[in-house]
């Protein structure tokens, strides 16, 4: 059974940077698009970034420039590097990923179990 498991969260100071990590194991599988997503309190679970297969990136207007995505997949791990980080960038982060169990199987959406990321001064 496949699982997303979180790890770099925590507290970090205004200005400051962070790197959220998130493996998945479990297979066998074949990962094809990653993405990250956070939810603030009081909001919706907003869009953050997305790498796809052919590690095409994306990113929403308000991480633009500052966020980058990445994956390894031989570690089967994407990563989020935070920088210029402010106190609206504080929520809990969810990795995100799209995964195919075999060759003939369909697209399966599987999710992380969050990590909060604090951001003040």
């Known amino acids: 059974q496949v699982q997303l498991v979180q790890s770099g969260g925590g507290l970090v100071q205004d200005g400051g940077s962070l790197r959220l990590s998130c493996a998945a194991s479990?297979?066998?599988?074949?990962?094809?698009?990653w993405g990250w997503y956070r939810q603030a309190p009081g909001k919706q679970r907003e869009f953050v970034a997305r790498d796809d297969s052919a590690g095409t990136a994306n990113y929403s207007d308000s991480v633009k420039g500052r966020f980058a995505i990445s994956r390894d997949n031989v570690r089967d791990t994407v990563y989020l590097q935070m920088d210029r980080l402010t106190s609206e960038d504080t929520a809990i982060y969810y990795c995100?990923?799209?995964?195919?169990?075999?060759?003939?199987?369909?697209?399966?959406?599987?999710w992380g179990q969050g990590t909060q990321v604090t951001v003040s001064a």
């Open positions: 995100n990923a799209l995964i195919r169990p075999s060759p003939w199987a369909l697209l399966t959406q599987y």
């Open positions: 479990g297979g066998p599988y074949s990962i094809d698009t």
